[in-house]
C-alpha cells in the first residue's frame, strides 16, 4: 500500500474536502434523527471549530474531551478538534467522574465538549482538572446556539503529518488507564492499509456497527473508512444485536463492524426469525477472538464469511486480518499489507512454525503511550508486544491463542482459554461462555468454565457432565472444564471484551 504523506497534513482535508469536492451531495452521517450529506457534516464540523478556536482560545495541540453516544454531533465534534489542529480525546459513555478525572489530569484537557446526557460524570470530575478551561454541551442547545452564530467555513489548520491529533485510552482492565498517541497520519495510514487493502470499502458502501465511537475500532470501521472513501456511515446510540439487525436491514447497510458475540447472537436470530440481512457484504469481527462456531453460524444463516481481524488502541486498527478469498475459518489471517508481525519466544527470538509465542507486530502505526513507563513493556527493540499468545502455521496465517496472561497451566500442560470456549459454544445448550483457569491443590491450576445456557435449558448435574463429555469429544480430553459453573451473564468491559480476572476473582465467592 501507499502509505507516504506530504510532510504537512490535515487529515480532516483527506477524509472531509476531498469528498466535498466529487460528492458533497452523498450521505456521509445518517442517525435515527438526522440524515447529513458530505456538505452539512463538514459545514457542522466547521461551526464547532469556529466555536473552540475563536470563542473559546483553542490552540494547535489543545487536547479536547469528547464525550457522547454515537451520533453525528460526538462525530462532528471530533473531526472539529482534527480540523482546528487540536488533540481529540474521546472517552468512553461508560466512564465515572474516577476515571474521567484520571484522563483530564492526565491529558491536560483543556476543553470538553459532551453530550448533555452524559454531563453529570463529566461535572463531577471538572472541579479537580487544573487545566481544564471549557465545558460545552450539545443536545442541550448550548453548542447548538454557539455553532449557528458561527461561520460554517473553517481552513483546515496546517498541521504536521507527524502532530498528533488523537489520544485513544486503553479500557484497562487493570491499573491506570493508558492514553495512546496517534499522528494525522495514523488516521489515513489504517485506511489506506486495512481499510484499501483488505476491507476495500467503496463509496456505495453503507457502514454500520457497534463499537463506540471513543474506542478506535469504532472510530476506524465507523468513520476513518467510510469517509476515506466517501462512503456513508450509520452511527446508532444503541446498537445491540437486537437494535442493530434491524437497522441493518432499514439502512440497507452493506459493511458492518461489531464484537464475536454480537456476531453469534444475530446468526441465532437470523436462523430462528425473518431478519433481512441481504444487504450486507463486509462483515468485521474484532475485540476478541472469533471463535470458530460462530463464523460457521453466521455463514449457515447469511452465507457471509465473517472477516476476523486483531486491534489493538495501541495500533489504532486492525493489524491482522484477511481479505474475503483468504479467509481461513478459525484464524485471525495473515499481516495487513504494511504491517509485520512474528511470534516470539522469551528472548525475542522467532518461534518455528506451529509453536506458540508472543505476538509482535510493526508498521505504520505503533504505540506511543503518553508520558508511562508502560511503553518499554509494549514496544521492545522496535517490535509492538501485544501481550497475546499466538500459533503461525506453515502457510503464514496467524492463531489466535489467549492473552499471554490468561494461558491456563494445568498439570504441565498449557491450556488456551479460548479454545476450550469454542468447543463449549458448539453445545447447543450454551449461549455464552468463559473459561479461565483457577488454582488447584493438585494440578496447581485447573480449567473452570463459566456458562450462560440458551433459554429453557435447566442447569443439573447432567448437563454439567453432558458438557464435559461434549469438550472431551471435540478437543484433546485433558482440556476439558473440570469445574463448570451456570451463571446468568458474564462480565463484560465496555468494549464488550470478556473480564476473566473477574471470573477468576468470582472463585470462592458463592455462587449467584
Ligand atoms: C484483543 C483480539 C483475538 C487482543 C481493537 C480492532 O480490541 C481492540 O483494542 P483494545 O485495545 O484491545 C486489544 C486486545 O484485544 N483482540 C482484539 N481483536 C482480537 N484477540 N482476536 C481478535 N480478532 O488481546 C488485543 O491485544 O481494546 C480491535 C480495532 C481497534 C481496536 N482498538
Given at each position: 500500500p501507499q502509505l507516504r504523506y506530504p510532510a504537512r497534513l490535515n487529515c480532516t482535508v483527506e477524509l472531509l474536502d476531498r469528498n466535498l469536492a466529487v460528492r458533497g451531495d452523498h450521505p456521509a452521517v445518517v442517525t435515527s434523527a438526522e440524515s447529513l450529506t458530505y456538505r452539512r457534516f463538514a459545514e457542522r464540523?466547521?461551526?464547532?471549530?469556529?466555536?473552540?478556536?475563536?470563542?473559546?482560545?483553542?490552540v494547535p495541540g489543545n487536547r479536547v474531551l469528547l464525550r457522547g453516544p454515537n451520533n453525528a454531533w460526538m462525530l462532528?465534534?471530533?473531526?472539529?478538534?482534527?480540523?482546528?489542529?487540536?488533540?481529540?480525546?474521546?472517552?468512553?459513555?461508560?466512564?465515572?467522574?474516577?476515571?474521567?478525572g484520571t484522563i483530564l489530569r492526565k491529558a491536560r484537557v483543556s476543553h470538553a465538549l459532551c453530550d448533555a446526557r452524559l454531563a453529570e460524570e463529566l461535572g463531577k470530575a471538572a472541579g479537580d482538572a487544573p487545566d481544564l478551561r471549557h465545558v460545552t454541551h450539545w443536545g442541550d442547545g448550548e453548542l447548538e446556539a454557539l455553532c449557528d452564530a458561527a461561520s460554517p467555513d473553517?481552513?483546515?489548520?496546517?498541521?504536521?503529518?507527524?502532530?498528533?491529533?488523537l489520544i485513544g485510552f486503553t479500557s484497562g482492565t487493570t491499573g491506570e488507564p493508558k492514553g495512546t498517541m496517534h499522528l494525522h497520519r495514523d488516521l489515513l495510514a489504517v485506511c489506506d492499509a486495512y481499510g484499501q487493502e483488505v476491507l476495500r470499502p467503496g463509496p456505495e458502501d453503507v457502514f454500520i456497527g457497534s463499537p463506540p465511537l471513543a474506542f478506535t475500532f469504532g472510530l476506524g470501521g465507523l468513520a476513518l473508512f467510510p469517509f476515506r472513501v466517501g462512503a456513508t456511515t450509520v452511527l446508532l446510540e444503541k446498537a445491540s444485536p437486537e437494535e442493530l439487525l434491524p437497522a441493518i436491514a432499514r439502512h440497507r447497510a452493506t459493511i458492518c463492524f461489531t464484537a464475536p458475540t454480537a456476531w453469534r447472537a444475530m446468526a441465532q436470530a437470523v436462523s430462528t426469525g425473518a431478519q433481512d440481512v441481504s444487504s450486507l457484504r463486509r462483515c468485521v469481527s474484532a475485540g476478541e477472538a472469533l471463535p470458530k462456531p460462530v463464523f460457521d453460524a453466521w455463514q449457515r444463516a447469511t452465507g457471509l464469511p465473517i472477516m476476523d481481524g486483531i486491534g489493538a488502541t495501541e495500533m489504532l486498527h486492525i493489524f491482522i486480518g484477511?481479505?474475503?478469498?483468504?479467509?481461513?475459518?478459525?484464524?485471525?489471517?495473515?499481516?495487513?499489507?504494511?504491517?509485520?508481525?512474528?511470534?516470539?519466544?522469551?528472548?525475542?527470538?522467532?518461534?518455528?512454525?506451529?509453536?506458540?509465542?508472543?505476538?509482535?507486530?510493526?508498521?505504520?502505526?505503533?504505540?506511543?503511550?503518553?508520558?508511562?513507563?508502560?511503553?518499554?513493556?509494549?514496544?521492545?527493540?522496535g517490535w509492538n508486544i501485544t501481550g497475546d499468545t499466538y500459533v503461525q502455521d506453515e502457510d503464514g496465517y496467524f492463531w489466535y491463542q489467549a492473552r499471554s496472561d490468561d494461558m491456563i497451566i494445568s498439570a504441565g500442560y498449557n491450556i488456551a482459554g479460548p479454545e476450550v470456549e469454542a468447543a463449549l459454544l458448539t453445545h447447543p445448550a450454551v449461549r455464552e461462555c468463559g473459561v479461565v483457569g483457577v488454582p488447584d491443590a493438585e494440578r496447581g491450576m485447573i480449567v473452570k468454565a463459566y456458562v450462560v445456557l440458551q433459554a429453557g435449558m435447566t442447569a443439573d448435574d447432567a448437563l454439567l457432565r453432558a458438557l464435559q463429555d461434549h469438550v472431551k469429544a471435540e478437543i484433546a480430553p485433558y482440556k476439558?472444564?473440570?469445574?463448570?459453573?451456570?451463571?446468568?451473564?458474564?462480565?463484560?468491559?465496555?468494549?464488550?471484551?470478556?473480564?476473566?480476572?473477574?471470573?477468576?476473582?468470582?472463585?470462592?465467592?458463592?455462587?449467584?
Open positions: 464540523v466547521n461551526r464547532i471549530a469556529h466555536v473552540l478556536v475563536h470563542r473559546q482560545g483553542l462532528a465534534a471530533i473531526f472539529a478538534v482534527l480540523r482546528a489542529g487540536g488533540v481529540a480525546v474521546p472517552t468512553m459513555p461508560l466512564l465515572r467522574a474516577r476515571e474521567l473553517f481552513p483546515a489548520c496546517d498541521t504536521a503529518a507527524e502532530d498528533v491529533c484477511a481479505p474475503e478469498e483468504r479467509i481461513r475459518p478459525g484464524a485471525t489471517g495473515l499481516p495487513v499489507p504494511g504491517y509485520e508481525a512474528k511470534v516470539i519466544g522469551r528472548n525475542g527470538e522467532e518461534m518455528p512454525r506451529g509453536t506458540p509465542g508472543r505476538l509482535a507486530v510493526r508498521g505504520p502505526t505503533g504505540c506511543r503511550y503518553l508520558a508511562d513507563p508502560r511503553q518499554a513493556d509494549y514496544v521492545q527493540r476439558y472444564p473440570r469445574a463448570v459453573e451456570f451463571v446468568a451473564a458474564l462480565p463484560r468491559t465496555g468494549t464488550g471484551k470478556l473480564q476473566r480476572f473477574a471470573l477468576r476473582q468470582r472463585v470462592g465467592e458463592q455462587p449467584a
